[in-house]
């Protein structure tokens, strides 16, 4: 887990110095832990997800990805407790009475915080310290540094929130049940079934495999989005990950020598007219 111990101490001695300068590298300190606290939960979870599913990198929205494809539960507070005797295999589920009297011993704490709040945070942080105000008129003077007060008020709002999140002593990726499937590539690629959507396309969670899927939630298969190519000359085919397509440029090109009678073939996208 990220340890926001080191970056707290800094922030507090940039916050007692109190000049223009050290409080506006005090935003920027607040900013990274900020980031870090949400990546952090990205690195978590990657192994439900994968770099290439995510869409946008802002700290908010990539939290709010994982709260909709990995665990609702992701941004949420919570202690973990784990039994202190084995629970008796029975075929009936313990009753309400019964897990009451069972002994608990906490495992952690996962302290959670909302991602819109901690994103409006973090662009506030930006605009009061990490840009100047442009002039709107000849009068205003452009000067070196933001409004210190301001600043400072950003500045300590931003670190009671990572200073409560530091408190935090787990991470969790949920439960609930799971389904997987292995790529091509090898790699096993596990999803929360509850989160996926029928036609659902996700992505092979190795960064430098081009293997995509399709789910389908009546069978719950995954099955592999490819583009079937057959050589003019032999008839032999050859299934390419349509991602490796979609990653091209306009007039782009691949080629590759065909199984069957080696002969090169081409494919570009390109637009193409039809009458
Ligand atoms: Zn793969
Ligand atoms: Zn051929």
Redesign the pocket.
Known sequence: MINLAPAIAQIELLLAQNTDASLTYAALECRLAIEGICYERLRIAHDYISHDDLKRWQPRDVVNTLIQEVDSGIAKTFTLSISKEPLQDSSTPPTKEEYQAIEFLPVGKQIGFDPNKFGKLWNALAKVALHITIPVSKDHDVNRYGNKDKIRAKVVEALEEIKRIGEGTLLSTGVGEEVSFECVCGAKNKRRLELLKDLQEISCIRPECSESFTFTKGDKAFNRRVFDVS?K????HREIPIRTLEKLRVDQSINFG??????KIIICWRPAQLQ
């Open positions: 050589c000359k032999c008839g032999k065909c199984g069957g009678c080696g002969a």
